[in-house]
């Protein structure tokens, strides 16, 4: 990595501005980890604070979206949306690692089947299996995967050859297309290896390890899996094939004779970079954004709505409820934020003998921040509705104009005691009566977490209890005011 100086020195060389700002689009070839790219972008431009949107194995090739200076805040932003791979999937055997660049598991005690089964396994077996992946689906995480376990990285204890053990972890498949099934027996005196291998295209949510999955298809098959090649095709709208080859982008970069290194005239170093905002993933419009990555035509969701101002433990009780509920309904997740002035929030904010701290930061009170946060906790969809229009609508109303006609609602779930429109008359109560003869959407309540409000945790920050006010957030917990 090089020094300041050394920076420095790029910089002038280069004539490369310093703190850039921006998204760029890089297309990894195989052979480099995600951390080698951004180390290459930071020396090629000479900037260091520069981030990516989700690692990609060395082996693996394809879109890597990296931010750039201000523009990394955007980045949580980004690693929710769902992604999209081509894929090859190997039947036959299982590795210790759940793709090519493991060891080759011939334990009998360490599996439950048999190559020997490959012969019987038919274009129809796999096909009828490929299907129950669509949709929810509780994924282990591969024990050489980056999750962390009591704060070391999984992989480093598998590969210390220590016991690892992952809970199981929500995903959404949204697609498992097949584009090829191959099959190769090769009888060589000591190379005897029979096996199928599956080109598909697969399209998920955030968090899903496909390796995994190839490990979960073959075990389903009773043959064993493995991934033997993967390529990102998207991020959101992000695409592979807007991203530029690492010495491609290096090329582009002018340096102090405003050239490239080929020697014509070229743009100023951003020119390498996407438009965030014009991609329109950026949350300036918070009525339309749109993270659609996947056509699902005519979409519906299942939805809860509230202010969500601190998302503290009962808040994320709710969402992980919602989310569960709506895959389960193949309905896609959204959360409505119904904007709504506070006092108490006003004083906090402008209280100047409060720590500037993650607990309460003027700076996080803004739509931004509660986007991005909603997005770790699995939620992409956001709407912020405005108090003042709707503030004299019957539940009826609201229920027709906004949950139906407007965001599409099959399933609304409501946290206990939880009620809408004009005089709160919108309870789990009515909203059944309603549906009973309208049959708009279903309902359901959560009951709640007990000695946990939003009112609860203003009041102990405004008293300046934060460590009560902490464990009532819990660590996933956002510290945004209104």
Same mark, same amino acid.
Request: proline fraction near 2%; hydrophobic fraction near 35%.
């Given at each position: 990595? #090089? ?21 760029? *689009? ?17 020396? $090629? ?26 523009? &990394? ?7 929710? !949306?769902?992604?999209?791979?081509? =894929? =090859? ?5 299982? &590795? ?21 089964? /490959? ?6 077996? /796999? ?33 210390? +050859? ?12 949204? %697609? ?14 000591? !190379? ?24 979960? !298809? +073959?075990?389903? !098959? ?6 033997? $090649? ?121 209280? %100047?003998? *409060? ?13 931004? *921040? ?10 992409? %969809? ?36 939880? $009620? ?9 109560? =009515? ?14 309540? *959560?009951?709640?977490? #007990? ?25 996933? +917990? ?5």
């Amino acid at each position: 990595m #090089p020094t300041k100086n050394q920076f420095k020195k790029i910089q002038l060389e280069k004539n490369v501005t310093p703190n850039i700002n921006g998204i760029l *689009l890089v297309d990894k070839e195989p052979g480099w980890t995600s951390h080698d790219v951004v180390a290459k972008m930071r020396s $090629a431009f000479g900037q260091k604070k520069i981030g990516h949107a989700g690692t990609l194995d060395p082996f693996a090739s394809g879109l890597l979206v990296l931010a750039f200076g201000a523009d &990394t805040k955007k980045l949580s932003e980004i690693t929710a !949306l769902e992604k999209t791979y081509q =894929t =090859t999937i190997r039947l036959g055997y299982s &590795t210790d690692t759940d793709d090519l660049t493991g060891q080759k598991i011939i334990d009998a005690a360490q599996t439950d089947f048999s190559e020997a089964n /490959i012969g019987t396994i038919t274009d129809q077996n /796999i096909k009828k299996a490929v299907r129950e992946f669509i949709g929810f689906q509780m994924q282990t995480p591969s024990t050489f995967s980056a999750k962390k376990v009591d704060g070391v990285r999984a992989y480093k204890l598998a590969r210390a +050859g220590k016991s690892v053990k992952l809970d199981p972890k929500p995903v959404f498949i949204y %697609k498992f297309k097949i584009i090829s099934i191959k099959r190769k027996s090769n009888n060589a005196e000591s !190379l005897s290896e029979n096996y199928i291998d599956i080109e598909a295209v697969i399209e998920c949510s955030q968090g899903t390890y496909i390796r995994s999955m190839a490990r979960d !298809l +073959g075990k389903k !098959l009773g043959v064993g899996g493995h991934l033997r $090649a993967l390529r990102r095709l998207t991020i959101g709208k992000f695409t592979v094939d807007n991203a530029k080859k690492i010495s491609e982008i290096i090329k582009n970069i002018p340096n102090s004779q405003g050239t490239n290194s080929q020697g014509t005239n070229s743009q100023e170093a951003n020119s390498n970079f996407v438009n965030y905002e014009a991609a329109n993933y950026g949350v300036a419009n918070y009525g339309a954004v749109n993270y659609g990555a996947v056509n699902y035509g005519a979409v519906n969701y299942g939805a809860v709505i509230g202010k969500f101002s601190v998302l503290h433990k009962g808040h994320q009780a709710l969402i992980s409820r919602l989310i569960k509920e709506s895959l389960s309904r193949k309905l896609k997740p959204r959360v409505i934020i119904i904007n709504k002035n506070s006092n108490i929030n006003k004083d906090l904010l402008n209280n %100047k003998d *409060l720590p500037n701290n993650d607990l309460v930061n003027k700076d996080s009170a803004n739509k931004n *921040l509660q986007v991005a946060k909603l997005n770790k906790l699995g939620i992409q %969809k956001i709407d912020f509705l405005d108090f003042a229009k709707i503030k004299d609508l019957s539940f009826q109303e609201f229920s027709d104009k906004y949950l139906v006609d407007k965001y599409n609602v099959k399933y609304l779930l409501l946290g206990e005691g939880a $009620a809408f429109g004009k005089g709160r008359l919108g309870n789990i109560s =009515t909203l059944q009566k309603m549906n009973k003869t309208q049959k708009l959407f279903e309902v359901e309540e *959560l009951e709640l977490l #007990p000695g946990i409000s939003s009112t609860k945790i203003k009041q102990l920050v405004k008293d300046k209890k934060f460590a009560e006010a902490q464990n009532m957030l819990g660590p996933k +917990g956002i510290r945004i005011w209104e």
